[in-house]
């Protein structure tokens, strides 16, 4: 069983950054894709970042070149760091990783609110 426990959302300016951070507990063996995903205003569920095991990345049309995705095995930290922050990037971010291939295991935080005022 694998753990996921987001950190570092909170409020912030328009054209400001944050970055979210999330511990990985448990039995972690690679190969591994982690991702984030995120709930924002009108919208359902969406991804808006994932890593896969061999590194290569892939964003969402609305974060990219302002998102990045990132993680330090030797931590079993996962992170996003969201730069030039927009009101439409409020809402809940969730930390997710499965083990690879897929085969329908799925790991999910519970979350975290990030908030963008203008």
């Known amino acids: 069983q694998v753990q996921l426990v987001e950190s570092g959302g909170g409020l912030v300016q328009v054209g400001g950054s944050l970055r979210l951070s999330c511990a990985a507990s448990?039995?972690?063996?690679?190969?591994?894709?982690i991702g984030w995903y995120r709930r924002v205003s009108g919208k359902g569920r969406e991804m808006a970042a994932y890593?896969?095991?061999?590194?290569?990345?892939m964003f969402s049309y609305d974060v990219e070149g302002r998102f990045f995705i990132s993680r330090d095995d030797a931590k079993k930290m996962i992170y996003l760091q969201m730069n030039n922050l927009k009101t439409e990037d409020t809402g809940e971010y969730f930390c997710?990783?499965?083990?690879?291939?897929?085969?329908?295991?799925?790991?999910w935080g519970r979350g975290i609110q990030v908030t963008v005022s203008s």
């Open positions: 890593m896969e095991d061999d590194g290569s990345t």
């Open positions: 997710y990783a499965h083990p690879q291939p897929y085969h329908g295991v799925e790991y």
């Open positions: 448990g039995n972690i063996v690679r190969p591994y894709t």
